[in-house]
């Protein structure tokens, strides 16, 4: 065991002790997330078989029928899945070039796997800590043969254009000929800001990824969805890249689950990431980024170097059984570091009292350091 891993369950052990949790929620055991799953599952489902069958195909069917879309196939990752939305972009319009953003996942989180695997060139589309305009996309001095939009924009704090500003930057993209593909890792957050249901969001582009672990608590795997080409394509590549697995019902029931209970709740979340992002404001020399929450994550500063803050993080969760956010890590500013805070289930509890006499606990263990 590395010692990084070790601190890592260190962390994890901590965090599941806590009463109070601020940002993200109480780790799971292996063996409470299987009594979860086999809570949920007919005694006369079987299993599926290379992607045919049982929870997969209940999966895919209510992830089509969410997205307004087709079909919809079920990848192990989100970054496989997007490697061929790109690939079928290129192959269809004849053009390798990609719009991207400078902080997109491909370009950021995916080791250049849509060059070294799928050949394809990126196109920045805009360097600024947002999606690109209309006028942006209009300007590409190059043709693409995707546009690709990541919505929420993670790296640039969680960020969405308004639905009009969505509307016309697909607009653009097809007047120049281009696909639209939606990075929708966040999707399921991302409608209350965006004042639309997931099925309008999806129904502006060509392909859509959703992810079912990231806010919706499933274990791994996302989806793929769009036509029926689109998905019939998706099935071989997914099969030639390694992502048709024997069985995946494990993942493929917590992701219905998470549909089934975490979906609805969602929006109070965001609504909620509001209230929090406006106390933890106050805090003496905190910014927030963006106000408000455009979902139930936003980025939060302090003055303070990163080890201190997570090293007073974990001390308050070993002592006094409370998580105030961790994760923390430096900036180009030194002495300036910034985490991601997630409102979740457990925040619910906390009222803007309690999230500043919480933070007030957290200030005062940083101070002593």
Known sequence: MTDAYAERLRRLAAQRDCDTVLSGVRPASVREQLAALG????????????????????LERRVAELLGVEAAALFPTGTMAQQVAMRYGAEL?????????????????????????????????????RNPTAE?????????????????LRDAGFVLPSWDELVAVVGAARERGARV???????????????????????????????????????????????????????????????????????????????????????GYVAHAKVVAEALATLPGARVHPTPPHTHQF???????????????????????????????????????????????PALELGPDQILDLADRFLRRVASR
């Open 39 to 58: 809570a949920a599952v007919p005694d006369d489902l079987l299993p599926d078989f290379y992607g045919e069958g049982g929870a997969v195909e209940q």
């Open 136 to 152: 942006e996309v209009a300007a590409l001095d190059e043709p693409i043969g995707t546009l690709f939009l990541e919505l929420p």
């Open 93 to 129: 319009t004849g053009r390798d070039a990609v719009g991207l953003h400078p902080l997109s996942h491909p370009l950021v989180h995916e080791r250049d796997a849509y060059a070294l695997l799928g050949g394809l060139r990126a196109v920045r589309t805009t360097a600024a800590p």
């Open 299 to 345: 980025r939060l500063w302090l003055p303070r170097p990163a080890d201190a803050l997570d090293a007073a993080n974990l001390a308050l969760a070993e002592e006094e059984k409370a998580w105030f956010a961790g994760g923390w890590r430096d900036t180009e500013v030194p002495g300036l570091a910034l985490t991601e805070v997630t409102v979740a289930g």
């Open 181 to 267: 593909h939606l990075d929708g890792a966040r999707l399921w957050e991302s409608t209350v800001h965006l004042g639309h249901s997931a099925a309008e969001v999806a129904g502006l582009a060509d392909s859509t990824y959703v992810s079912f672990y990231k806010s919706l608590g499933g274990h791994s795997g996302a989806a793929l969805a769009g036509d029926a080409e689109l998905v019939r394509y998706a099935r071989a590549w997914r099969h030639r890249y390694g992502g048709t697995l024997f069985q995946q019902w494990p993942a493929a029931l917590a992701a219905l689950a998470g549909l089934e209970g975490e979906l609805p709740r969602l929006a």
